[in-house]
């Protein structure tokens, strides 16, 4: 793992080339200086995986699919090619192809890859589905002895049981699995994932689990036994979500699985809402991924977020929920939705982000008890610029927050997200976004920006001034 993210790194420093050596097709990107500036290098500069969930097809067909992947992610899933009917269709016949060339392509990228996943009631062929007993057992381990075996050391952690909890009163969910071998075919799995691949983190995956909720209850007990036996490193929350329906005890939901000694991750997020989509409800939808991103930021156990997807059709939403889509962070023409801004502004924000300079890492907060108090802090600095984070506590119930400081020297903003007003000059007065101006008291935002700055010189750290609207 540590290799995987060191490799990462190492890439994301200077050009990197998208390649496609497996896909026969060559092109690459230069990173431009700002490196904040994708969700790959703000995610990177506080350790964290931004995974997207990817479809062969496109990555084979699409060069522009490819470049934004390999731009703004630094891990993947296979969304189809890594399930049990893509990759053992017939007993004993196993077909790789579509999964050993997104593994590939992760692997040229610099990039890790999250598996998904050996144990699941769907996508399973019938095949399996009509064994039982111990012939089932030796499907199920022979599945996973060969296909962990075969990215040992390249699949950094694995899905391995998925969607295990049925939907009613947290009650095992009546599969095929179930039927045929008891609720033990879940240890089962875990052991054998273990023993092939001794250095993959295993995860359990689960849907509507997001909530303190009867299902969570379930899986906290099922990772409470498996964690006890070593068998379990973390919890996925596949988080396929409804406009403004994050769940309000999402945070202390994750906390007690951390409390387990255990690692968590969004592992499939993507926000769904009805069709065609006003600019309120982008902005909504903006404001709930900042949420969510920013729960998995603060969380130094998150281990990342994947979003179920790259653009708004490529998603399964439409297919299975008529009249809703458009959940994700592209457009289908590759522009960036509101909720890629305020994505990127959650993985640089709030403060967790390793040091990057020796310089002042955050101004002094001006004294307590004004309805607002902000902060900035220098992100990534290089010679004539750098990446800056504010962020914004609300001392008070906000609907709305102004931030003001003077540049000291040179410095003068070239870009922004998550905040707007007249932020170019010597003296900067900005105010939040459509998204991330209502906060409860107590609760946080951020924004961002770079600047341009005399060469060398020392990118400063003002104090800011922060008025309630
Ligand atoms: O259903 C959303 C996700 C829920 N959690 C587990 C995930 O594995 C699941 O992903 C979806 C994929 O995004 C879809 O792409 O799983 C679906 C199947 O349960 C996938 O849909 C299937 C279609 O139903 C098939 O018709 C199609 O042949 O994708 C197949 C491959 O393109």
Same mark, same amino acid.
């Given at each position: ?88 269709? @017939? ?45 089932? @057992? ?85 990772? @409470? ?217 107590? @609760? ?26």
């Amino acid at each position: 793992m540590l290799l995987n993210r060191q490799r990462r790194r190492a890439v994301i420093a200077g050009a990197v080339t998208v390649a496609t050596a497996a896909l026969g097709i060559g092109l690459s990107t230069q990173f431009a200086s700002a490196q904040a500036a994708t969700l790959r290098a703000a995610a990177d500069a506080i350790g964290k995986d931004i995974g997207v969930a990817v479809a062969y097809d496109q990555l084979m067909n699409n060069a522009t699919y490819r470049n934004t992947v390999a731009t703004e992610f630094n891990s993947l899933t296979a969304e189809n090619a890594m399930k049990w009917d893509a990759t053992e269709p @017939q007993d004993g016949n196993y077909t790789f192809t579509q999964a050993d060339a997104i593994v590939d392509f992760a692997e040229d990228n610099g990039q890790s890859v999250h598996g998904h996943t050996f144990v699941w009631h769907s996508q399973t062929p019938s095949w399996v589905q009509n064994l039982s007993g111990t012939a089932l @057992q030796a499907a199920m381990v022979d599945h996973i002895n060969t296909v962990a075996n075969r990215y040992e050391g390249r699949v950094e952690s694995w899905d391995v049981v998925n969607e295990v909890v049925s939907d009613s009163n947290g009650a095992m969910r009546d599969s095929f699995w179930l039927r045929g071998l008891g609720e033990g075919f879940v240890t089962t799995a875990f052991q054998t994932a273990r023993a092939a691949d001794p250095n993959a983190d295993l995860y359990i995956n689960d849907y509507s689990i997001e909530a303190d909720n009867a299902k969570s209850d379930r899986i906290y007990t099922i990772a @409470q036994g498996l964690k006890s036996q070593n068998l379990l490193d973390g919890v996925g929350f596949q988080s396929h979500l409804i406009l403004g329906q994050v769940p309000s005890t999402m945070e202390a939901n994750l906390q007690r699985f951390v409390d387990l000694g255990l690692k968590v991750r969004i592992t499939e997020l993507d926000i769904r809402l009805q069709t065609p989509a006003d600019g309120s409800e982008l902005a909504q939808q903006a404001a709930d991924y900042e949420r969510v991103v920013n729960i998995c930021a603060e969380l130094a156990d998150c281990s990342g977020v994947t979003v179920w997807g790259l653009r708004d059709g490529d998603s399964w939403v439409p297919d299975v929920f008529p009249g809703y889509g458009a959940p994700l962070l592209f457009n289908d023409d590759y522009s960036k939705k509101p909720a890629y801004t305020s994505t990127l502004n959650a993985l640089g924000g709030d403060g967790t982000e390793e040091p990057t300079t020796s310089q002042p890492a955050t101004t002094t907060p001006p004294p307590s008890g004004s309805g607002c108090t902000a902060t900035l802090s220098v992100q990534s600095p290089w010679n004539t610029g750098a990446t800056y984070a504010g962020t914004v506590k609300a001392n008070q119930a906000l609907t709305g927050w102004t931030v003001t400081w003077t540049w000291p020297g040179s410095e003068r903003i070239s870009n922004s997200w998550s905040i707007q007003g007249t932020l170019s000059g010597a003296t900067v007065t900005g105010s939040n976004a459509a998204y991330n101006g209502t906060l409860a008291a107590g @609760q946080t935002t951020t924004f961002g920006f770079n600047i341009t700055k005399a060469d060398g010189s020392t990118a400063s750290v003002p104090t800011v001034t922060c008025t309630p609207a």
